[in-house]
């Protein structure tokens, strides 16, 4: 088995040269490993109903060289693009993450067309047997519902409640500088960083419903 070492180039800090104009056109796929392909199958085409969109049969890693035998699987969406799994006998389970936290963040979110499409998801995988939470209104974001696949991948059914939410630009970046500052000043003055988080979370929540 091997496994190339990535190539370096000469280049600038990512931080210090500006983007040349390139960005992704779409998602093409997003890829996990499952243990099991026919139980994940039954799952993204009749409960997803997403198609079979294309599969991989090999016995090593096309970019590495790894020697691994697997099958790769791709069920489409409704605009093309396409959620992907490996099964790979031999491969050991994953290992137990370290906290909790890392199941709730990890995810794959899917996009309904409205707030009646994500109540019918919920019916829909409730009567399959599904365990599903929610919905949740994300402070008026999104609306969405939490559930797992066969494989444990953690999965989200939303729609948007806000059809401008992902086109808060100047606040994404006004929220990560003071995200950063925050995180500066905790260090340098020797305090907990995760709860100088939660009370500058909790001072602009204050000041954010007190102009609402």
Request: aromatic share 10%.
């Amino acid at each position: 088995m091997q496994t190339a070492a990535p190539e370096v180039t000469n280049v600038r800090p990512a931080a210090l040269t500006p983007n040349p104009g390139l960005t992704p056109m779409m998602l093409n796929h997003a890829a996990w490993v499952t243990p099991d392909a026919a139980a994940t199958t039954d799952f993204y085409t009749r409960i997803m109903g997403m198609e079979l969109a294309s599969t991989v049969l090999d016995d090593s890693i096309p970019s590495t060289g790894d020697d691994i035998p697997y099958f790769h699987i791709f069920f489409r969406m409704q605009d093309g693009s396409t959620l992907a799994f490996f099964e790979a006998p031999g491969v050991p389970p994953p290992a137990k993450a370290s906290h909790p936290a890392y199941d709730l963040f990890n995810h794959i979110a899917l996009q309904a067309k409205d707030r009646a499409e994500v109540l019918r998801w919920y019916e829909w995988l409730t009567s399959q047997g599904v365990k599903v939470i929610g919905p949740t209104d994300h402070k008026g974001l999104i609306l969405s519902i939490y559930f797992h696949d066969p494989a444990g991948v953690r999965m989200e059914i939303t729609t948007p409640l806000d059809v401008e939410w992902n086109r808060h630009t100047e606040k994404g970046y006004a929220d990560l500088k003071l995200w950063e500052d925050c995180k500066a000043r905790a260090k340098a003055e020797g305090k907990d960083v995760p709860q100088a988080l939660v009370e500058m979370i909790k001072d602009v929540r204050k000041r954010y419903e007190a102009k609402a």
